[in-house]
Nanobody
């Protein structure tokens, strides 16, 4: 299996910034897409930002221009730089990655989720 460990969440005032990190570990061969999702209380989980192994990015309209996703392929890590935070950005942020991994002598696919990290934007 591939494990994801997230860090960087917390409490911040409106207009502030936070940086989330997510490190993948395990019998990884290649990682394709890496992304961040979030879930606010009483709402469905939604896509925040994704980045491909080629570096192409896509963002939710609500965070475009304020959030930046990046990755370090050598460290199997994805980051989310969040600026100009708003109360509506509050929620649990989840990291998600997919790709290929070793399964004994074979190669298998994985699609893994992190445990989530809480982001609260409040004065």
């Amino acid at each position: 299996q591939v494990q994801l460990v997230e860090s960087g969440g917390g409490l911040v005032q409106p207009g502030g910034s936070l940086r989330l990190s997510c490190a993948a570990s395990g019998r990884i061969l290649t990682i394709n897409r890496m992304g961040w999702f979030r879930q606010a209380p009483g709402k469905q989980r939604e896509l925040v930002a994704i980045i491909t192994n080629g570096g192409s990015t896509d963002y939710a309209d609500s965070v475009e221009g304020r959030f930046t996703i990046s990755r370090n392929n050598a460290k199997n890590t994805v980051y989310l730089e969040m600026n100009s935070l708003k109360p509506e950005d509050t929620g649990v942020y989840y990291c998600n990655t997919n790709g290929f991994m070793r399964e004994g002598a074979n190669v298998g696919q994985f699609d893994s989720w992190g445990q989530g990290t809480q982001v609260t934007v409040s004065s």
